[in-house]
Nanobody, 120 residues
Framework: QVQLQESGPGLVKPSQTLSLTCTVS??????????WTWIRQPPGKGLEWMGA???????YYSPSLKSRTSISRDTSKNQFTLQLSSVTPEDTAVYYC????????????WGQGTQVTVSS
């Protein structure tokens, strides 16, 4: 069974960099049939696709977040990481790591989500 687990600080100060790690079990992040993706949901709003990393290591970012977002991976640990720089209170959200099958419009496996609050 595929499982994803987010980890990272729950509180980040404005202007700092948010860093979250997703640990995957039951599948390899180098699999060629899926993307490994970060999405978030601000309070009272819908899901927002932030970016993804492919089996090849190629990365894809939301145009609105591209200048502040970086996704990387550690294949030896089967983990991928999100970094979001220069955060503001508007980045407060529940952050999820998910598996996104290629050529699909859905996410088939989800982490439980982690609340990140940006506040001084």
């Amino acid at each position: 069974q595929v499982q994803l687990q987010e980890s990272g600080p729950g509180l980040v100060k404005p202007s700092q960099t948010l860093s979250l790690t997703c640990t995957v079990s039951g599948d390899s992040i180098t699999t060629n049939y899926a993307y490994w993706t970060w999405i978030r949901q601000p309070p009272g709003k819908g899901l927002e696709w932030m970016g993804a990393i492919a089996y090849s290591g190629s990365t894809y970012y939301s145009p609105s977040l591209k200048s502040r977002t970086s996704i990387s991976r550690d294949t030896s640990k089967n983990q991928f990481t999100l970094q979001l720089s220069s955060v503001t209170p508007e980045d407060t959200a529940v952050y999820y790591c998910v598996r996104e099958p290629r050529a699909s419009t859905y996410y088939d496996y989800w982490g439980q989500g982690t609340q990140v609050t940006v506040s001084s």
